[in-house]
């Protein structure tokens, strides 16, 4: 705060050349004085004084300028600061899309109690509970045999019901290669049973077995005329694993019309398989690469048709590429 106060002029004491009197012309010289001066010119400045809260005395003071800076009079010029009472705190409002927002998440929270409680609710339910089961697929089983195996999973809702927990139940039967489950509200189950195929039977004593490529036994007959499906000379027992593994991969590839004409396969080695039709004639079919073109080449072979004047005995798909007949 900058003082009212005006720079006063002392008198030096010595009167020189330089000073000038109040009734003179000139103006007053303001240099810095030196020693040759005839006036000292000094200027002072007050800061201001921290007002002290005490109650003024009446005394007064021998100068009054420094009365007016401690004194009462110079409280009167403070500002007074505002009460509380004073003070005004400006509302603004919530933006809108704040507000949009925490309803929108408000929602979206008790949507999601909702769909949990309903989940909750189906899952464990017994208004779903499993009552039926249909079965589909099954040539070598049949549905009662695959119902009877589920048997366990009857009383269980539905959405606890998987296609793990059906494969599981349906493991000690064979036949079964895959299966899928679908449910079928509000208390049945649909079973599709994908079964493995048979490409063969093999001799056991009196009785024929019917395996898959693998050699997995899916079933037994009395009669192999009543099956059309070739016979594997001395089956697994006698011709080895390898040599069965080689013969039942190569019917596994033929065609279901192809494999109905055959009567028996044999295998002197695992490149040496060969195959009979029902009428006798003889197929030289090698190892069991390239199952897929020589089976491709053989039923285009069968279907040429026969030339009783020249009669095929033999057909040689070893090389499907260069097929021979004979």
Avoid: C
């Avoid at 998987?162 to 064979?174: C, K, Q, S």
């Avoid at 079964?195 to 009196?206: M, N, S």
């Avoid at 693998?214 to 697994?236: F, H, K, N, R, W």
């Avoid at 072979?301 to 590429?321: C, E, I, M, T």
């Amino acid at each position: 705060m900058a003082s009212s106060r005006r720079p006063t002029y002392r008198p030096s004491g010595r009167t020189g050349s330089t000073a000038t009197g109040a009734g003179s012309g000139s103006r007053p010289d303001y240099r810095r004085p030196d020693t040759h001066a005839g006036e000292v010119i000094s200027a002072s400045r007050s800061l201001p004084v921290p007002v002290q809260e005490k109650p003024a005395t009446s005394k007064k003071s021998g100068n009054s300028k420094t009365s007016r800076l401690h004194g009462p009079g110079r409280e009167k010029d403070k500002p007074a600061l505002p009460s509380a009472d004073a003070v005004n705190v400006l509302a603004f409002p919530e933006p809108k899309g704040k507000r949009r927002r925490r309803k929108l998440l408000m929602v979206v929270s008790t949507v999601a109690v909702l769909v949990a409680a309903l989940l909750a609710g189906a899952v464990y339910s017994p208004v779903l509970a499993l009552q039926t089961v249909s079965v589909s697929g099954t040539r070598l089983l049949t549905p009662a045999q695959v119902q009877e195996a589920l048997e366990p999973l009857r009383g269980t809702p539905l959405p606890q019901i998987t296609d793990e927990d059906v494969a599981r139940l349906l493991e000690p039967l064979v036949q079964v290669k895959s299966v899928s489950a679908e449910a079928r509200p509000p208390s049945g189950l649909a079973v599709a049973v994908r079964e493995r195929v048979p490409v063969a039977l093999v001799k056991q004593g009196e009785k024929y077995q019917l395996v898959d490529v693998e050699g997995v036994q899916l079933a037994t007959t009395d009669d192999p005329a009543s099956v059309s499906l070739p016979v594997i000379d001395g089956g697994a027992g006698t011709i080895g694993q390898d040599l069965f593994r080689a013969t039942a991969a190569v019917l596994g590839a033929l065609p279901a019309d192809v494999l109905a004409r055959l009567s028996n396969a044999s295998a002197q080695s695992v490149d040496a398989v060969e195959l009979k039709l029902v009428d006798g004639q003889t197929i030289i079919w090698g190892n069991a690469s390239e199952r897929e073109l020589k089976a491709k080449v053989l039923e285009a072979l069968l279907k040429v048709p026969a030339d009783p004047k020249n009669p095929v005995n033999v057909y040689d798909v070893s090389v499907p590429r260069h097929p021979v007949t004979r």
